[in-house]
């Protein structure tokens, strides 16, 4: 039997990715995946639906033909409830999919009793690397935060000496130094601006040193590392002191890039509004944590506003501007998914794995995912 | 020939030895340095036949002539990988050969020593003797033909200490009266015996220190001959050899970041710990490796992968390792770096590193593409890197990152490791590499290493 | 044999020791191995005592066969230690 | 008597920048000029009307009022037509004045009696250096089109080897190697672009390895260069080599940035509508050239189109978007150029000297700039 | 004291002195060289005094009292900067006293020399005499009591190789009879006359080497005195300072990249070109420097300022900027960059370059921040920068970049300049910054200018 | 003099070359002057020559004379010579 597996078109706004690109489906069947492509897919990511079928994906035109004959479904963002709709009742499905936001739509796959995957909840561990969708999607957004920061602020990064004058370079502040934040730090770094970093946890230092950053330590004897590399919720003792350091660099920078997230909760609130008025005018924040509602109190989540003469932006999608290479890299990690749940005779499902166990959400009609569960 | 035209000729061999041995000193003009001294060491021969207290040749004559078919016999089969051990052979000979002078001397000569001349010739038997032996048993240890672990036993320490005295008491004797040939020969053999127990407790892996040692002493045996027999041509070439065997020596036990005395004696005392120390490390020569060691090893390899890691990120080594890679580029070593997907700390790391550090993109390879090309590889330099090339991931099916694939860094002739210690990297797990039979570690902080290393290579 | 004798004999071995010591010094590590059997060649220079003791006028005694061996014993180190040191340079030949 | 010199605000839509900031008018005003400042004219520069008085300026509500007591006027983009009526007759004037292409307003300002100096036609010598807006303009706008550019384009700039796969580093392509290539070559090498640049003048060759990026060479043996550094039109054998050369890199390259100029004329078409067709989509021109009509045949000045997949920005004012340093560098020449032009007792108008010759645009009713009289 | 006593402690003097000169190998162990000369010095004078054939200490006290008060107040007085040319005076005291022992020798016993005695004795008074006055005329050249250009006449050769002949002629005529006190001191009053002649033709800029020399030659002197009176202590400490002043001389001259027949002869034949080519340059010392030299002047700085240029981007020197820059500043030398506004090809160059290498931006300062600072600055070092380090635009109104604010980098003590040839930079005017006293010129790349720089730092 | 006080004279002489060439070869350049003065302060042992000069049994004669002339100027030599090496070493100190 040949697994037959679609890619739906992305339907949310403003999202220009693909889940698989034909380099990946070219390997996939290969390997005995059927591969079926909703027309149009891979186009705002810059691949045509020539490439796809040349890849060896059949073309189908609408959504609805292709959920009716696939035994797994793959797409980028999580689905409309309209789109679950659509979906054969026990299929797989394997998206983005942030169950913790999203009770009703796990509700309804579990109803269906659709096996999903989320990409968002495979575990960090050293071996599903090249499956983890957070780390490369957080690659992207470290980066095109800076090139958004630089866009925006009405300054140079690099420090000039010219004869028209000395350009002061850009600071830069970046809170949180997980794989974003440390992107960022190295992005801003090689366009000249001099980059500080924040992070609660302490083994961080020696991180965001090697990307020839700042670390800026919180004079309090508390490690902010909880479990597998994710960040705690930390003391309010912490918090104060925490809030009094940033506050003193914030005023000094032109440019801050939080992303500080804490896995499964709303981010943590770190710029206050009196922060954001002291910064000069003219300088940019770019929330990361946008879509987990913001690490800045001013933050709208999905959109740039200007507060105090500070561009704060919220931009809640940011890998999908850079949607040739964030479907490269996605495609990547769901092609080694895909290979890791399933061979030719189908999916597996080894309860035992940790990356297996650890992504699903849904089975068999019940819940499985511990968070969502909860 | 007149003793004066001799000792002319004397003088001149010795510094056609010292010419030779500063020619040695860079490889373009060593073999000329050994020709010199090979001419020196003719014309002293020549010289000496041509004394005129020589007047029997036969004996000479035959004598040389079996000494060269042997040693030219010996020297042209040997394989290059045993050199060590035929050099520490041929010094065996010497050793002999200056304990055999010595007894010669108080054989002819049983009376109207000076003191001086008897506590020389005493010297050169003793020295000499324990040359041969101790050159012998190094000889064995390298060979294979015996054990090449340290043999230690109870009470070691008690019984060399006792034989010590032993020779020292029946030279006292001879001192005392030169015609005792029952106390020359307990002399001798004792120095003999002396020289297979000091050797004994030392590793095989110790052993090139002690041919040089050994080295050294034949050359103060030769010496003391000179003494004794008042020859200014032995004397100085004998303290040449000397002084420059024990600087070699100090050097190497420099290398090796060990003192003499701890190659000398580390097996005593050790007897039950250096069994289970052993436990998982393989035949266990691989300790710590000397920049300069490591220098060497790059300086000879014509092709040459880097393997960046988190530790070059943390040491910031980016620069050094750029600087280092393009002088081997320059002295014609083929330079490529292989970049493991997950090195660093996060998804790019090494790359933006290098670029910043204005590393070619064309020196820059996958894994995919590059995994192959190990095995046709002279040497690999693993810089902070750790668990990206963890054989474990590959071989132990318990390991956390079984199934992960590494870069297969283990298949290339030679693999050097700079770090700062033993310790884990991100997934916290023993990487078996590190006591492979090709690795060498290199032990420090990777930026100041790759600096190091650089110094030695422009020396 | 005389102070003075000795005292000569003492000043060059001590100078030739400052001359063997610093002379190695400059040696690239490359080139230990060769030196170690060079200079092992070099202390075959015991050959002259061995045949100054077996060229002794009165022929075949103990002492002639003593010297016949240390000529052989010091031969083999002479020719070997230079044709090892030789074939090992050989090596180095760019 | 002190000398009155007035900064105008500026009117153009866009034009963020301001003629002279707070730092310049304290040294000027200890020079002995007495400095009036049109109320609100740093604010889009962010520097603020405080600032300004703090500077010892003196704020004046409307531009009506500021011209009727200035001796000298200074602004940043050339006046409207409107504006000039404003001025006082017989006063000074001072701005980007673009000559060659205003010769209405070049001839109201020669009725009107005024002296007028055009800050772009500062001869690029190295004495005037200090005082040359072009050199510091463009240094802007070199370095903003790339960040332009890799905020428009859908691909990473930098190479990544990742867990999920390789990314390829962006191919940027610039032509013409003058001050603001130079600078998007050197940013586009920072960012980690693979970087090649191609000209006219043999002799930029190494000022381009320089920077860090490749040189193309045309196969033919022509020098590009005419007087003072600036480049000549070339033959058509050359002309039709260069665009076959031009055509196979550009259907390479990622990132196109054209900045070719020919003083006084418009600017040369060098990439044709076939070979932005033969861009991959998704590509991006930032067309430096724009205000003089573009190098792209398909650019539209002031807008950014897509065409066969292809991104043109045709921005005609980037250095205004870093207003802040903008700002800064031009007040910079603009102070010199004062300096250079008087002392504290006036005018002294050395026709003699070279700068001030060549910058001066009308004088007592006559037009005297060559290029514009003509 | 018995001779053999006396004959020992020569011994440990000589060692001693070999010991102190092995320990001037490194700074930190110099002093302490010093001392242990010291002692075998004083060791040697002790034994001489106490040997039997001594028993006349009035003149010796005296002598001894006299030389170490002029001595020691000499020394005591000299500055710092007058060293080169008293180690010169003090030298040409060593030859005089090694002329002056032979012709004691020769007065004292006046027949039955063997021809080598006497072959040695004559070369003693000369060795010793020509010392002298070179001595002397160098001394007299540094210090500036006689000009210190090269003197240079008609007929200067044949003159000089008239005398040479006179001398070899009148030892001749000592050799046959060795009490002919004419011939003896027309030797000695030639060989003084051929010390003036051999230096006059020598520029100052030379006289180290010549010093150096002389160094040499007054070792020798000592050497050959030793031979004359069979006392090995001489020969020995002869013969050390002779071959290691012959060395140094070689090396001098090798960094000087000019032969030593060069620096000897170099002036003979160019009466004429000199003065015509001197024209622009002020006092022509100015050639070319070599990275030695300048390694060692940037070893002994305290504060370098950096001034990159074009040259520094064309020859994408940034990264070896940066690393000089680090060494040095590890070494505790204070190291900052001075960015000229336009230097390099478009604004900011420099700092995209210096950022690209990673060079902190906290030692990066602007002009204006600068300026007053060479003036306190030991060295600066200059990489490929021309007009914008011209002084020409503050002194001469007609240069086209007169008025153009530029470094003032003339002022710092050193100025080191490294460009590939005396070209123009894009101004394409002289500079006349490269002919100042105070400039070093280093011509080749920057980058390996800078790269062989370092090497030569960390030897 | 006999040839083999020569000869010993002669072995002495070229065993001191070595050594002295190869110590100074080590010395980095900027220890070269400290360590032309040093060598310069040794050269002065020509004192014991001139000592030895003077202090003959006949007592004041042109030999004395010349003599007393050589112990003046060589003891400059040695006591100046190490005075100014010192003095330059001085400033070697970090
Ligand atoms: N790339 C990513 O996106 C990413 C993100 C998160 C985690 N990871 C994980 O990180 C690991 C990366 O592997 P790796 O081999 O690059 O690093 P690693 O396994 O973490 O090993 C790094 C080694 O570098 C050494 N080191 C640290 N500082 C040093 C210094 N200053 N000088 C010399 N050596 C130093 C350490 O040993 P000593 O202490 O003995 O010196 C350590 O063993 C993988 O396990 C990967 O899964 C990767
Ligand atoms: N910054 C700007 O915006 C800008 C723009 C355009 C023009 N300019 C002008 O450019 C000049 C800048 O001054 P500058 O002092 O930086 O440069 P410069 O005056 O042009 O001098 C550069 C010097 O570097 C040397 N050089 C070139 N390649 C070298 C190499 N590979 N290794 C070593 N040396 C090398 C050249 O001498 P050799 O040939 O002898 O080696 C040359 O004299 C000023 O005149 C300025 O007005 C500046
Ligand atoms: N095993 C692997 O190979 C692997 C792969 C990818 C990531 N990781 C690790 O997983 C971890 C999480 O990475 P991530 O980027 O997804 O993190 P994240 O997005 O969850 O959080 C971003 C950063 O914000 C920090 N943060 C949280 N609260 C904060 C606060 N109040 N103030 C300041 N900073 C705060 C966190 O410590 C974290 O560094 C990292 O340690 C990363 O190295 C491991
Ligand atoms: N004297 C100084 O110190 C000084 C100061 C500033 C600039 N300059 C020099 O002035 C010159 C002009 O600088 P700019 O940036 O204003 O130049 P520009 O803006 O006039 O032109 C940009 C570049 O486009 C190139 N070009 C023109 N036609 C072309 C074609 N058909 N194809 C490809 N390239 C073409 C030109 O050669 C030039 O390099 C430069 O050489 C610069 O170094 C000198």
């Known amino acids: 039997m040949m697994m037959k597996l679609a890619i739906l078109k992305e339907t949310e706004e403003g999202e220009h990715r693909v889940a698989l690109i034909p380099d990946s489906i070219k390997r996939l069947s290969q390997k005995g995946f059927a591969v079926l492509v909703e027309a149009g897919a891979g186009s705002s990511a810059g691949y045509s639906d020539q490439e796809y079928e040349q890849a060896g994906a059949t073309l189908v035109s609408s959504a609805q033909k292709l959920a009716e004959q696939a035994d797994c479904v793959v797409k980028v963002r999580p689905p409309s409830l309209e789109e679950v709709e659509v979906l054969r009742n026990s299929s797989v499905f394997i998206a983005i999919l942030q169950p913790a936001l999203r009770l009703d ?4 796959l579990a109803e269906k009793q659709i096996t999903s995957f989320g990409l968002d909840l495979i575990p960090r561990t050293t071996l599903a690397q090249s499956m983890d969708v957070l780390s490369s999607m957080s690659t992207i957004a470290g980066y095109k935060a800076v090139l958004l920061a630089a866009d925006t602020i009405n300054r140079f990064f690099p420090m000039l000496m010219t004869a028209a004058g000395t350009i002061a370079p850009a600071k830069v502040l970046v809170i949180g130094a997980g794989v974003a934040g440390l992107m960022a730090c190295a992005t801003a770094k090689r366009l000249g601006g001099v980059v500080e970093a924040f992070d609660v946890r302490p083994e961080v230092k020696e991180q965001v040193h090697s990307v020839g950053a700042k670390f800026i330590e919180v004079p309090v004897n508390e490690d902010g590392s909880g479990g597998g590399g994710y960040a705690k919720v930390m003391s309010d003792e912490y918090k104060q002191k925490q809030a009094e350091l940033i506050s003193r660099h914030i005023s000094k920078s032109d440019v801050v890039i939080p992303t500080a997230l804490i ?3 709303k981010a943590p609130i770190l710029i206050s509004e009196e922060q954001v008025a002291s910064m000069k005018p003219g300088s940019v924040i770019v929330d990361l944590a946008a879509e987990m509602g913001g690490n800045c109190a001013l933050t709208q989540p999905g959109q740039t506003i200007i507060a105090h003469g500070v561009t704060i932006i919220g931009h809640s999608n940011l890998p999908s501007s850079l949607s040739f290479h964030a479907s490269q890299m996605l495609s990547r990690n769901i092609e080694k998914f895909l290979l890791h749940l399933c061979d030719e005779k189908g999916f597996q499902m080894n309860m035992e794995d940790e990356i297996t166990r650890g992504s699903l959400v849904t089975k068999d009609g019940k819940v499985i995912h511990e968070l969502t569960s909860k | 020939m007149s003793q004066h035209i001799i000792n002319l000729i004397y003088l001149l061999a010795a510094t056609l030895f010292m010419i030779g041995i500063k020619y040695l000193s860079s490889p373009d003009t060593a073999k000329k340095g050994n020709f010199l001294s090979m001419i020196g060491m003719g014309a002293a021969i020549g010289a000496t036949l041509a004394a005129p207290e020589i007047n029997g040749f036969t004996l000479i004559i035959g004598g040389i002539i079996i000494g060269t078919v042997i040693g030219a016999y010996i020297a042209i089969k040997v394989k290059m990988t045993a050199m060590p051990q035929m050099v520490g052979l041929l010094n065996g000979c010497g050793g002999a050969a200056s304990a055999l002078v010595g007894l010669a001397e108080f054989q002819g000569n049983s009376t109207g020593f000076t003191p001086f001349t008897l506590l020389t010739l005493l010297l050169s038997l003793i020295i000499g003797g324990l040359t041969f032996t101790g050159s012998l048993m190094a000889y064995a240890k390298l060979q294979g033909l015996i054990p090449s672990r340290p043999v230690t036993y109870r009470g070691q320490q008690a019984i060399n200490g006792i034989i ?8 006292w004797l001879v001192f005392r009266d030169s015609t005792n040939i029952l106390a020359i020969s307990g002399v001798l053999v004792f120095s003999l015996g002396l020289g297979v127990l000091a050797v004994i407790p030392i590793g095989g892996a110790d052993m090139p220190v002690i041919i040089c040692l050994l080295n050294a002493y034949s050359g103060l045996a030769v010496s003391m001959t000179g003494f004794a027999l008042s020859n200014n041509a032995l004397i100085i070439t004998g303290s040449l050899v000397g002084a420059s065997g024990i600087f070699l020596t100090k050097i190497m036990c420099d290398a090796m970041n060990r003192s003499l005395a701890n190659v000398l ?6 007897v039950d710990e ?14 710590g490796y000397e920049v300069e060691d490591v220098a060497t090893i790059l300086a000879n390899a014509g092709s040459l992968i880097i393997v960046p890691g988190y530790g070059m990120a943390a040491a910031q080594a980016q620069h050094a390792t750029r600087e280092l890679a393009d002088y081997l580029g320059e002295q014609g070593v083929e330079v490529r770096y292989a970049i493991h997907p997950v090195a660093g700390r996060m998804p790019g790391h090494m790359n933006v590193l290098l670029a910043e550090a204005d590393v070619s993109y064309d020196q820059l390879f996958a894994m995919e593409d590059i995994n192959d090309d190990f095995a046709a590889t002279d040497v690999v330099l693993v810089i902070g890197a750790n668990d990206v090339v963890n054989p474990a991931a590959k071989t132990n099916p318990n ?3 079984y199934g992960m694939p590494v870069l297969d860094v283990e298949k290339a002739r030679t693999v050097i490791v700079l770090k700062r210690s033993l310790n884990v990297g991100f997934a916290g797990i023993e ?11 290199l032990f420090g902080d990777a930026r100041s290493s790759l600096q190091k290393l650089l110094a030695a290579l422009k020396k | 044999m005389n102070p003075e004798t000795i005292i000569i004999g003492l000043t060059m071995f001590i100078l030739a020791c400052f001359a063997g010591a610093e002379l190695i010094s400059k040696v690239p590590p490359t080139l230990h191995t060769p030196l170690m059997s060079g200079s092992n060649a070099i202390s075959g220079i015991a050959i002259l005592g061995a045949l100054l003791a077996t060229g002794h006028p009165e022929s075949f005694n103990s002492i002639s066969v003593i010297g016949f061996l240390a000529v052989i014993l ?3 180190n002479v020719v070997g230690g230079y044709l090892v040191t030789h074939r090992m340079l050989q090596m180095f030949k760019k």
Chains 1, 4 share one sequence.
């Open chain 1, 105 to 108: 739509l796990v509700k309804k």
């Open chain 1, 263 to 265: 896995p499964g909760r």
């Open chain 2, 164 to 171: 010590v005295l032993a020779t020292v008491a029946l030279s």
């Open chain 2, 265 to 270: 004696f580390s097996a005593f005392g050790k």
């Open chain 2, 274 to 287: 250096s069994a289970a120390a052993t436990g998982e490390i393989p035949t266990g020569t691989m300790k």
């Open chain 2, 399 to 401: 390991s956390p990152i």
């Open chain 2, 431 to 441: 990487n078996e590499l590190f006591y492979m039979d090709n690795t060498r570690m």
């Open chain 3, 74 to 76: 010091a031969t083999i």
